[in-house]
């Protein structure tokens, strides 16, 4: 019996335009980089200014001083802060209400993500989601290593009183994602194929399941066929 359900944000369950892609591509050329679209998508999920200070290393075969990627990692902020201005981002279809049908089966929904708190507390209220959507959210910032480091969903099983790893999934669109399940040794690791990567791509990475979408989950589970 899944207990709680561990999801990311950006191209999971939210569809934030790819502004986080642009952004952080943005951001590391203007520190001196060149990524190319793999090296940002082999980044992602991964907390922004270690992605950051990853691709510029890449690049220049140097390592980046501390004030250079705290520059790097605030133009980074202040570009996404100007996309989600322009175009902010909107949940991905379905997902509201699975994530409603799973709460009302007693399945703990939290969010877990690559993001800092700053970029959270301003997106989370531009979505309308709080406490009467969500059990819990955890950013990057709120652990000692972001993913495919397992703390975030650790810190998830924390904050919602859940203990048993075999009573958790995690699922998210990006290989980080799932490497950070599996690190968790969560019993469900679920690839969903709303981001970046194709089915091919995503499921190279150790997982249990491939799924469309998170409004694909409660189906998974076998739960929320009642729920309107």
């Known amino acids: 019996m899944i207990e709680l359900v561990v999801l990311d944000i950006?191209?999971?369950?939210?569809?934030?335009?790819?502004a986080v892609y642009r952004a952080l591509e943005e951001a590391v050329v203007a520190a001196g980089g060149s990524p190319t679209a793999d090296d940002v998508q082999r980044w992602m999920g991964a907390h922004k200014r270690e992605a950051i200070e990853g691709m510029v290393t890449e690049s220049t075969g140097e390592r980046p001083s501390e004030p250079?990627?705290?520059?790097?990692?605030?133009?980074?902020?202040?570009?996404l802060d100007a996309a989600y201005a322009e175009r902010p981002p909107v949940p991905l279809p379905g997902v509201p209400d699975a994530l409603a049908k799973l709460r009302a089966e007693g399945i703990k929904v939290a969010l877990n993500t690559g993001f800092d708190r700053t970029v959270i507390d301003t997106l989370l209220p531009t979505l309308g989601w709080d406490d009467s959507v969500l059990d819990a959210v955890v950013c990057v910032d709120d652990v000692a290593a972001g993913r495919p480091a397992p703390y975030m969903i650790f810190r998830a099983m924390e904050r919602t009183g859940v203990t048993d790893v075999g009573a958790v999934l995690a699922a998210g669109d990006t290989v980080l994602d799932l490497?950070?399940?599996?690190?968790?040794?969560?019993?469900?690791?679920?690839?969903?194929?709303?981001?970046e990567l194709t089915a091919a791509g995503l499921g190279t990475e150790r997982h249990t399941h491939l799924v469309p979408s998170v409004a694909d989950l409660p189906s998974l589970l076998g739960v929320g066929a009642h729920v309107e």
């Open 10 to 18: 950006a191209n999971t369950t939210v569809d934030e335009h790819n």
């Open 68 to 79: 250079a990627v705290d520059a790097a990692f605030a133009d980074f902020h202040r570009r």
């Open 179 to 195: 490497r950070a399940g599996t690190n968790a040794g969560v019993a469900m690791v679920v690839g969903v194929l709303t981001g």
